[in-house]
């Protein structure tokens, strides 16, 4: 399975972007994916995941209310859309792919994509 996300930018405060994942290769296996950050000098964290299976999206603390995951399963594509963006959510975003969601920690997921580069100017 490989992934290609796209969509990261530099974008002022308050502003919005949306994330790509695009999944190609054998992903019948691969029935949740999400979003993972890592800014500077910090660890990944958990962001986002859809379920393919159910629909299900699945949200981190501070992502509740802001970050919109969804699932466009014809083009076996991931999305997600951020607003409000804060300082502190620069990060590199990374997406991933795995059988199934357990809480998300990273080791849940299998495959995982280069990351985008988000920016958020103060």
């Known amino acids: 399975v490989q992934l290609q996300a796209s969509g990261g930018g530099l974008v002022q405060a308050g502003g919005s972007l949306r994330l790509s994942c695009a999944a190609s290769?054998?992903?019948?296996?691969?029935?949740?994916m999400g979003w993972f950050r890592q800014a500077p000098g910090k660890e990944r964290e958990f962001v986002a995941a859809?379920?393919?299976?159910?629909?299900?999206?699945y949200y981190a603390g501070f992502a509740k209310g802001r970050f919109t995951i969804s699932g466009d399963n014809a083009k076996n594509t991931v999305f997600l859309r951020m607003d409000t963006l804060k300082p502190e959510d620069t990060a590199i975003y990374y997406c991933?792919?795995?059988?199934?969601?357990?809480?998300?920690?990273?080791?849940?997921?299998?495959?995982w994509g280069q990351g985008t580069q988000v920016t958020v100017s103060s």
């Open positions: 991933a792919a795995g059988p199934r969601y357990a809480g998300g920690s990273s080791s849940d997921y299998d495959y």
């Open positions: 290769g054998r992903t019948s296996s691969t029935h949740i």
């Open positions: 859809f379920s393919w299976v159910s629909d299900a999206a």
